[in-house]
């Protein structure tokens, strides 16, 4: 416990001197539209999810951002994969050298949060959307995961591609300490718009069906905050969305979504 506490605490005053440096210019070159690849676009082509391959796929068919997911090996590395496990090997409990033992099915090794930002980082048209999974290890570490990550992002610079979402309330409030600029928004569902407001959060990332029962879009409007739906594959939640004038739609269709979108222009 010692050990982790002051492992945040080297981190935190390092990030501090990269905060203190000259803030990048901001971005304005971002694809204009609704649309996000959730773990890239990887299904039409068969890519792997979460791969490069699958970054570099949303970023050419114009996608405004390419949604992966964080974890933290057992050496402190952080790679980029939706589960917990890799391929059968725990990412929490594999070193990095071990992951590397497997392969993703277009030969890619599992890829580096750093080589991942950094293949984004090439163009300026597709936003990064970050998301930090809970360990399953608990606070401490979720705590020194957010602070490795938001640390990864100042040290290549990357801060006007990413923006963060996690289902954990406390990971996204140890961002903003970190990085009081960072675009944040909450996944879980259970969090009200005044509270997101309250704490500094760019908008809500629910489940599509919460927007279902309420007041969302007119309220989260009146509030200045934005609003985005996962995971939305058919064409009728699409559809009501759209109507809905939401801003972000998360999808493993996105070449559905642009169609739809296409038609009703």
């Known amino acids: 416990m ?22 990048a210019k901001p971005i304005k070159t971002w694809n204009k539209n609704v649309v996000i690849a959730h773990r890239g676009a990887w299904k039409k082509n068969g890519l792997p999810e979460n791969s ?35 391929l059968g090997l725990h990412i929490e409990k594999s070193t990095y050298q071990e992951l590397l033992s497997k392969k993703l099915s277009n030969g890619e090794s599992i890829p580096t949060l750093e080589a991942y930002l950094k293949a984004g980082m090439k163009q300026k048209t597709t936003k990064l959307i970050l998301e930090i999974k809970p360990s399953k290890a608990g606070a401490e570490n979720d705590k020194v995961l957010a602070t490795k990550v938001v640390a990864m992002v100042a040290k290549l610079k990357a801060q006007p591609w990413v923006d963060y979402i996690s289902f954990s309330y406390e990971i996204l409030k140890k961002v903003k300490e970190l990085q009081p600029d960072a675009n944040v928004a909450y996944l879980a569902g259970n969090a009200p718009l005044e509270k997101l407001k309250q704490d500094g959060f760019y908008g809500a990332d629910y489940q599509y069906g919460v927007y279902q029962k309420g007041e969302w879009f007119a309220k989260a409007k009146e509030l200045g905050l934005t609003i985005n739906a996962w995971t939305v594959n058919a064409e009728p939640e699409m559809k009501w969305l759209l109507d809905s004038k939401i801003e972000f739609i998360t999808t493993n269709e996105p070449e559905k979504l642009f169609e739809l979108i296409k038609e009703r222009k």
């Open 2 to 23: 010692k050990h982790s506490s002051l492992i945040i605490i080297l981190m935190v005053v390092t990030l501090n001197g990269a905060f203190a440096q000259k803030k």
């Open 52 to 86: 490069i391959a699958s970054l570099n796929e949303a970023v050419r068919i114009g996608c405004h951002g390419a949604e992966f997911d964080v974890h933290m090996t057992a050496d402190s590395v952080l790679v980029v994969n939706h589960d917990a496990d890799f």
